[in-house]
């Protein structure tokens, strides 16, 4: 390391007297005294510790979940590392930092069951919702994040969602994948959670089926299962589904059941034995038998296009009270519908949906419509036949979010 300028004259002003000593001159000499020169000090060396966020909860989060928590909020504060993650979520974070630093400490809770034999957990902190899948083991995989506390839009899934929820004819002990599918719903959630949407179809539709013929898409699961209903509905609407959910009148009844009822607005009184519908108009606690009997009701004005509209209105008051109860009951609600219905949807999925539909600021902002159509006949049989409006609704859904709610 080159000398410092005083250290240079330090040194020259030394020369200078050795040698005025060295002489052997007889005058006298006057020797002055070395300028004093500071030490040099050396900066001591630092160490910098890589940002790290303690997640704490009052109860050990399973496996490395605590880790791959961690590994999200620094990503999300544009700390490079390791997170067993969604590509899409990395990507998203990576693409929208948050303005502000990691916390240094997360308290969190936490809930966790299991679907179709995988473990899923949802870990809150605030208003900050995480969701996880295990595929097994110690590891768990991040899926899903609105990270409210740092500013960054919610990701639950790499694209808009939208499925086929089938409600079947089937009564307590029928196969509910064998019999009619009498409810028919298009649901549309926004992987960002900005939106939703619910839109019926009428369940005599009249559609060109899988098996080579045209039919009532309600006759098309019979005997043959929900992916020929579902393939029906997608080559009718010209959308493509992620996948379907099924449930019988028994499902409905336990799903309602295990979520301990809830309340809804019953529109206009009903006295309606078919259907065991019995209501006064108003808002009432319900419980899933007394759902089931709203449902069905198809005696009124309408007919079957004010029944399919009822259908919409059971699934906004229940997410209504599905909102009450909070996502830390996400994956209880799961456990009960990997129980009750049949669905080809991953257990993934069924988080960042369930997830998103809860993030909605109003279930009765969600437009909820049927698709219009005429009756008509097919032969001998009673149809529907769609009108422009449905294809034009077809076509808004398009990019999976319903931009024009028809008046």
Not at 136 to 146: F, K, L, Q, T, Y
Request: proline share 8%; charged share 20%; net charge negative.
């Amino acid at each position: 390391m080159p000398l410092s300028h005083r250290a240079v004259f330090a040194a020259a002003s030394l020369l200078l007297i050795v040698s005025a000593c060295s002489r052997g001159d007889a005058s006298p000499t006057t020797t002055l005294p070395a300028p004093t020169v500071p030490p040099t000090t050396q900066p001591a060396p630092t160490t910098t510790q890589p940002p790290s966020v303690e997640v704490t909860s009052a109860s050990a989060l399973p496996g490395d979940l605590a880790d791959q928590v961690e590994a999200i909020y620094l990503l999300a504060s544009g700390v490079q590392g390791q997170a067993q993650a969604r590509q899409g979520l990395v990507d998203h974070l990576r693409d929208n930092p948050s303005p502000r630093p990691a916390p240094a400490a997360v308290a969190v809770e936490w809930a966790a069951g299991t679907i179709q034999e995988r473990q899923v957990a949802v870990v809150t902190a605030g208003d900050d919702v995480i969701l996880a899948v295990s595929p097994g083991g110690a590891r768990w995989e991040i899926v899903g994040a609105d990270l409210v506390s740092l500013g960054v839009p919610a990701w639950y899934g790499h694209r808009n969602h939208q499925i086929f929820v089938i409600g079947s004819d089937a009564r307590t002990r029928e196969d509910p994948i064998k019999l009619r599918a009498d409810s028919l719903h298009i649901v549309t959630v926004a992987a960002d959670a900005s939106s939703a949407s619910i839109v019926g179809l009428p369940r005599d539709s009249w559609v060109e089926a899988p098996y080579g013929r045209n039919d009532k898409i309600t006759n098309t699961m019979a005997s043959r299962g929900p992916e020929v209903t579902t393939e029906a509905a997608e080559t009718l609407t010209s959308l493509d589904f992620d996948g379907y959910i099924v449930t019988g009148f028994a499902g409905f009844v336990r799903l309602v059941n295990d979520m301990g009822g809830f309340t809804i607005e019953i529109p206009f009184a009903m006295n309606e034995p078919k259907s065991d519908a019995f209501f006064q108009a108003g808002v009432q606690m319900i419980d899933g038998f007394q759902a089931l009997a709203f449902a069905r009701n198809r005696t009124l004005a309408g007919g079957d296009f004010t029944r399919s509209f009822h259908q919409g209105v059971i699934m906004q008051w229940g997410l209504q009270a599905a909102q009450e109860r909070g996502p830390l009951h996400i994956p209880e609600f799961l456990e009960s519908l990997d129980k009750h219905t049949f669905t080809d949807l991953t257990p993934a999925q069924l988080l960042q949906i369930t997830a998103a539909a809860l993030a909605q600021e109003d279930p009765f902002e969600i437009p909820n419509l049927v698709a219009p159509g005429s009756p008509g006949r097919a032969g001998s049989a009673s149809v529907v036949y769609l009108s422009d409006g449905a294809f034009e609704i077809f076509d808004d859904l398009s990019d999976r979010v319903l931009d024009v709610v028809p008046e």
